[in-house]
């Protein structure tokens, strides 16, 4: 099953984009691309999740080339608010089992004033 | 709708006592999952069940840990004997379809479990 890397720990400004990528070299046809935040002292909670291209919500945009082989997670104008723990994960849509949900140990984005 | 429900929040105890997590899934939910989370490992996937069955355990570190589900609404995560390295954030989340590990989870609040 396809293996995440993505950066330890990120920082930036508030009011800036700040875009996370992560690397999955070995994404099989049917695997999605899933991405959660964690803030401290929660749980991690689902932001947005993609095939191909680039899909869009009202929190974060994703990124995902032809090849597929990385993606990445786009934070239009943070604020100190989005200062948390990102996830990356891939797995197939169904029957992936338990390696499609190893969440890591995650982005440390670190956003200043 | 409540959420995910775990219980208790915080736990201190000595090594070698039994540890009984407990978690409320969110109503409807088809898939319960255990994990942990330290500094050291991150957060980690201990099992999984589908509609009150495990479907993989292969995350459990060892015997000490065991897990049950009896109903719809309800699974505990057991730690006997406990033992300072098991000292962690369990959580606790649930998923509402039946189509695999794409589905998004719903976690709880987590309980921060301290061992001496």
């Known amino acids: 099953l396809a293996k995440t890397t993505q950066p330890i720990s990120m920082d930036s400004y508030e009011g800036q984009e700040v875009n996370i990528t992560c690397s999955h070299n070995n994404i099989a046809t049917n695997d999605y691309i899933t991405w959660y935040q964690q803030f401290p002292s929660q749980g991690p909670r689902f932001i947005i999740q993609?095939?191909?291209t680039k899909v869009t919500n009202e929190v974060a945009s994703l990124f995902i080339p032809a090849d597929r082989k990385s993606s990445t997670l786009s934070l239009p104008r943070v604020s100190l608010s989005d200062t948390a723990v990102y996830y990356c994960?891939?797995?197939?849509?169904?029957?992936?089992?338990?390696?499609?949900?190893?969440f890591g140990k995650g982005t440390h984005l670190i956003i200043q004033p | 709708d409540a959420g995910v429900i775990q219980s208790p929040r915080h736990e201190v105890t000595e090594m070698g006592q039994e540890v009984t997590l407990r978690c409320k899934p969110i109503s409807g939910h088809d898939y319960l999952f255990w994990y942990r989370q330290t500094m050291m490992r991150g957060l980690e996937l201990l099992i999984y069940?589908?509609?009150?069955?495990?479907?993989?355990d292969s995350g459990m570190p060892e015997d000490r840990f065991s897990a049950k589900m009896p109903n719809a609404s309800f699974s505990t995560l057991k730690i006997q004997p406990s033992e300072p390295r098991d000292s962690a954030v369990y959580f606790c989340?649930?998923?509402?379809?039946?189509?695999?590990?794409?589905?998004?989870?719903?976690f709880g609040p987590g309980t921060r479990l301290t061992v001496l």
């Open positions: 989340a649930s998923s509402p379809l039946a189509g695999g590990s794409t589905d998004t989870q719903y």
């Open positions: 993609g095939y191909k």
């Open positions: 069940f589908n509609n009150n069955v495990p479907i993989d």
């Open positions: 994960l891939v797995a197939p849509a169904s029957g992936g089992g338990a390696d499609g949900l190893t």
